[in-house]
């Protein structure tokens, strides 16, 4: 039988087909936006069986709000984090908020409908290893600090850090590929992908979660120090 579902994303094409993808599978998906302040509001007012609330920031302060609101109000709706790559601090602050359990924005189809039918049966709905490393961080939160620079920089490519430091610096897409010698349509895809694998969706977004983080420093850094990508 099919889920009573919502599906909450700032990212409203991802919202929008994982809910489509979601109904061919039967189930019944009650809405797709945006979040904003009243994302939560929405949730406890539809009371669906799960919801999964996107989130691009795991580790940002306060960015589990939503999910303790929710589970203040409707104890019995099951919310699953829907992101990036998480840290063990990101995968701990979710549990410790009341989610039931992290989707990464890449998995399967297949994988976060188990994981849907995992949650509304009042299950962990994460992978075992995320799940151990996030008990961890729980027990013992005086564990080293999570270097997010650093994490989010190994999913770069060197070509993707270079732009990455052009989009903060305010570069457009023909000034991007003038400065790296690379087709304007190149450029865009890069950045594109920059954006994917940060888990932003838009240039001031990548910027500002660059600053942030220190990343753009170790970028900077990188920059000097790194040859050309082969």
């Known amino acids: 039988m099919g889920v009573r579902l919502m599906v909450v994303d700032d990212h409203r094409l991802l919202a929008e087909a994982l ?10 998906v009650l809405a ?15 009371a669906p069986e799960v919801c999964l609330l996107g989130t691009a920031v795991p580790a940002e302060p306060g960015v589990f709000d939503p999910v303790a609101k929710i589970k203040r109000e409707r104890p019995q709706v099951a919310v699953l984090v829907l992101g990036p790559v998480p840290s063990p601090r990101g995968i701990a602050a979710a549990f410790a908020a009341g989610a039931s359990g992290y989707v990464r924005h890449d998995e399967r189809i ?41 994490r989010l920089l190994e999913m770069l490519t060197p070509r993707e850090v270079e732009v990455l430091v052009r989009v903060a610096d305010g570069e457009d897409t023909r000034l991007i590929a003038a400065g790296m010698g690379i087709a304007p349509s190149t450029a865009r895809t890069h950045v594109q992908r920059v954006l994917m694998k940060l888990g932003v969706g ?14 753009l420093d170790r970028a900077g850094a990188l920059r000097h120090v790194a040859g050309p990508e082969t």
């Open 19 to 28: 809910a489509s993808a979601l109904k061919l599978r039967g189930h019944r």
């Open 32 to 46: 797709a936006a945006a979040p904003a302040a009243g994302a939560a509001d929405l949730v406890i007012a539809r």
């Open 110 to 150: 297949e994988g976060v409908e188990r994981s849907i039918m995992k949650a509304r049966a009042g299950e962990a709905a994460v992978a075992p290893q995320l799940l151990q490393a996030a008990f961890a961080e729980l027990l013992n939160p005086a564990a080293q600090p999570d270097d997010e620079a650093q």
């Open 202 to 215: 838009s240039r001031l977004e990548a910027a500002a979660l660059a600053a942030r983080t220190g990343l």
